[in-house]
């Protein structure tokens, strides 16, 4: 039975263009993970070196992967859309060092038998994943002292934990219903270190100067040795 996601983020992804050619710096790759172009911090939130492995949950159109392989990282993506796919097999097939997988972040973890030097997800799986299931088995992906690091839209005050996501579809249809988890920092913390995550932080990265007040809430921790 087909995953009623995968038809839901294909319909976001309709939605959404390509990443520029280059960035404000004339960069032609480079990793963001907040939702405002040129703002915030880079790759080194990771701590990968070059031949080291990076697995990308909800790689959409897999513009962070691709900086990271032409870092010289093994970069893995694997993602529910097969459009945000094709997007990233059409941008980015000059790339070596990168491999992109269609299907549930979960799943994969599960039957993979890579162990990666770093997992993150922008805006992606880790969002919306129930963080019960799924932060465990990163950990257990996870090499000593890899990190795992996630980032999204802060909490609405007050509606905390299971959400739901709306994702316009055609003007005849009602919108596609995903799941997202949502906590403020302080629990994101609490949560991590849970599990079995060290070195944890979690705050909100402010939004660049103007008129947006919405800034990315960006959470890191790493599996102890």
């Known amino acids: 039975m087909s995953d009623t996601r995968s038809a839901a983020w294909d319909e976001y992804a309709r939605t959404k263009p390509q990443r520029r050619p280059t960035n404000a710096r004339g960069e032609s790759t480079w990793f963001n993970w907040t939702q405002y172009a040129d703002h915030g911090p880079g790759a080194e939130v990771l701590a990968l070196e070059p031949g080291e492995t990076a697995l990308d949950l909800g790689c959409g159109a897999g513009g962070n992967a691709a900086h990271l392989a032409g870092l010289g990282m093994r970069a893995v993506g694997i993602d529910l859309s097969s459009m945000q796919l094709a997007k990233a097999r059409d941008r980015w097939s000059d790339v070596d060092g990168m491999e992109l997988h269609q299907g549930d972040a979960l799943t994969y973890l599960g039957e993979t038998s890579t162990v990666f030097d770093a997992i993150y997800s922008v805006f992606g799986a880790g969002w919306f994943s129930d963080p019960g299931l799924l932060l465990p088995i990163i950990h257990a992906n996870l090499k000593p002292g890899g990190v795992f690091a996630m980032s999204q839209r802060p909490p609405i ?60 809430l960006l959470v890191r921790g790493a599996r102890g040795d």
């Not at 849970?194 to 947006?212: C, F, L, M, Q, W």
């Open 157 to 216: 005050e007050g509606c905390y934990g299971c959400q739901a996501s709306y994702i316009p579809r055609g003007p005849d249809e009602d919108p596609a219903v995903v799941k997202r988890w949502d906590y403020e920092p302080d629990l994101w913390v609490l949560i991590l270190k849970e599990y079995g995550y060290v070195d944890v932080s979690a705050s909100v990265i402010a939004p660049p100067p103007g008129t947006r007040r919405t800034g990315t």
